[in-house]
């Protein structure tokens, strides 16, 4: 058996290539010939399966431990094709805190065709335990049937909350529901659910594990032979399906994965420690400046807190100002790329939640999310030191005209009077 980092590099062949070549092909290929009439050809038609799909669903099934992986053109894609093994009538307890765009295809989508949804915290099992059990959770207090899943992730965005993979598993497990993780922030390098307990794993493969912003991809994998059977009919049925070129390119993507992974979460711990002394920035969202983080870590299982992290200016700092004077860091939403992103979670990632609710989870308007890449720290540094003097100019001329301002109705009511 090999390990991890070599996992990254050479998968597992998938015993299709007879030419040498060092790298798995990309079929340009849509139907695959049969040999005679009674042959069962392993490969028909591409939606159904080709090789090159093949083997970056096996590859991401053995860096997950799982037994069966599947690829889909979107992370959302991945989703969708996950929550369709529930029917009308079932309930799925979910994290409070999950990916915008989960949230409205949850609320928007599902929501209308029977499913039900309760958002609970995570992080107090008590809550969890009785919304999962369902007990008082009908009308009039009743009790309603147990949930058939629970849904969270393991590192919530923006404000990168440790969801704890094995204690929420066990409750789930307690009611016979399903643990379904989604791992994006975290990715296999990091910490593996299904050795935790949980029962599927979803990645948004965009961020980090293709990791050069090129494409959009979904991964799932599963545990169990009957919820990879329902998985793989919706693959193959709704056809979202990641196309061969696209699944070369995050082949190549994880080949990386570690390396990347290592300096973006050291430029990462960097960035929140330069953050959490500057005079404009109020609170810093990064675990890895906790006192408690190693406890934290050995807790959850986990080998890093990973390159997001998010922080609210001081008030009266306008936080669109910081973000439209910065020149290293690009000006957009996702993440886990080589390069660094910033964004206003308030306007961009998250504008699909409720301000209420937005506000309700800590996703304030003051608050600014960073996807740190894997440039030189130093210039990522001075980037966002810069834009703070261009805020802190701009809070000047604001305060001074405030202040002429006063000065003005001070003057014209002491005219008046005079
Ligand atoms: C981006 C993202 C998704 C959606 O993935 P797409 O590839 O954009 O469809 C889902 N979950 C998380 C945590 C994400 O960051």
């Known amino acids: 058996m090999t390990r991890f980092n070599t996992q990254l590099v050479h998968g597992l062949p998938v015993g299709d290539n007879t030419t040498g070549a060092v790298n798995p092909p990309i079929y340009n290929s849509s139907t695959y010939a049969f040999e005679s009439v009674e042959s069962m050809p392993r490969w028909d038609y591409a939606r159904s399966g080709n090789p090159t799909r093949e083997f970056l669903e096996r590859q991401i099934a053995q860096l997950e431990h799982g037994t069966r992986g599947f690829a889909f053109a979107s992370g959302l894609a991945a989703i969708h094709a996950t929550l369709s093994i529930f029917r ?23 929501a209308d065709r029977g499913l039900l949804f309760d958002a609970v915290d995570t992080a107090d099992p008590e809550a969890l335990d009785a919304a999962v059990s369902g007990s008082g959770r009908g009308s009039g207090g009743a009790d309603v049937p147990p949930a058939k899943a629970v849904y969270f992730e393991t590192l919530t965005n923006p404000l990168i909350e440790v969801n704890n993979v ?25 910490q593996r659910p299904l050795d935790l307990g949980a029962d599927v794993v979803i990645h948004s493969a965009t961020k980090y594990l293709a990791g050069h912003s090129e494409v959009n991809a979904g991964l799932v994998v599963v545990l169990s ?22 699944c070369n390119d995050v082949r190549r993507g994880i080949q990386t994965l570690a390396l990347r992974m290592d300096r973006q979460q050291s430029n990462a711990q960097s960035i929140a420690e330069y953050l ?56 957009a939403v996702s993440l886990g790329a080589v390069e660094s992103l910033a964004e206003l ?49 701009a809070l000047d001329a604001d305060a001074l005209q405030a202040d002429a301002d006063a000065r003005d109705i001070r003057e014209m009511a002491a005219g008046l009077v005079a």
């Not at 009538?89 to 765009?101: A, F, H, L, M, T």
């Open 345 to 393: 979670p308030c306007r961009m990632t998250h504008f699909e939640l409720p301000r209420a609710e937005r506000l309700k989870v800590g996703i304030t308007d003051q608050l600014i999310r960073l996807a740190i890449g894997i440039e030189d720290v130093v210039d990522l540094i001075e980037d966002l030191g810069q834009a703070f003097d261009k805020a802190y100019d």
């Open 225 to 246: 032979e009957d919820v990879g059977r329902g998985i793989y009919f919706a693959q193959n049925r709704f056809g979202g399906v990641l196309a061969p070129t696209e």
């Open 88 to 110: 009308p009538g079932d309930r799925i307890v979910v994290g409070r805190n999950i990916y915008g765009g989960t949230y409205s295809l949850f609320n928007e989508y599902f």
């Open 276 to 331: 959490l002394v500057h005079p404009l920035v109020r609170t810093v969202h990064y675990p890895g400046i906790r006192a408690d983080r190693n406890r934290l870590l050995a807790e959850n299982g986990l080998k890093g807190f990973g390159g997001v992290l998010s922080f609210e200016v001081v008030p009266g700092v306008d936080p669109a100002v910081v973000l439209d004077n910065l020149h290293v860091f690009r000006l």
């Open 166 to 190: 094995r204690a929420i598993s066990a409750i789930a497990h307690r009611y016979g529901a399903l643990s379904i993780v989604d791992n994006t922030f975290v990715t296999p390098y990091l």
